[in-house]
Nanobody, 124 residues
């Protein structure tokens, strides 16, 4: 079993920055990549970014490229999402997720474990 705990969400003005953290614990030896997803009211949960623990690669949704950066701290079993130049359309609940895939995949069905989510609100 894997447990994921997100933190770092909050309220920020447009153009501002936030850094989200996702700490993984439990039987993490079968987890080879981590991802961030987000879900706004009435919308499907959508892929944001992913990173592999194995092959040192990242993958981003087009809408966040150049603004968001995903990174990892292997010693802490923690993944981060640095969000810069935030826009109101970035407002959503952000979820971290874990997958046994070795590549940074984007499909919700490819992730086995999910955190509870953290709210990010970007005001105009």
């Amino acid at each position: 079993q894997v447990q994921l705990v997100e933190s770092g969400g909050g309220l920020v003005q447009a153009g501002g920055s936030l850094r989200l953290s996702c700490a993984a614990s439990g039987r993490t030896f079968g987890i080879y990549a981590m991802g961030w997803f987000r879900q706004a009211p009435g919308k499907e949960r959508e892929f944001v970014a992913a990173i592999s623990w194995i092959i040192s690669s990242t993958y981003y949704e087009d809408s966040v490229k150049g603004r968001f950066t995903i990174s990892r701290d292997n010693a802490k079993n923690t993944v981060y999402l640095q969000m810069n130049s935030l826009k109101p359309e970035d407002t959503a609940v952000y979820y971290c997720a874990a997958t046994p895939y070795t590549s940074p995949v984007r499909g919700r069905e490819q992730y086995n474990y999910w955190g509870q989510g953290t709210q990010v609100t970007v005001s105009s």
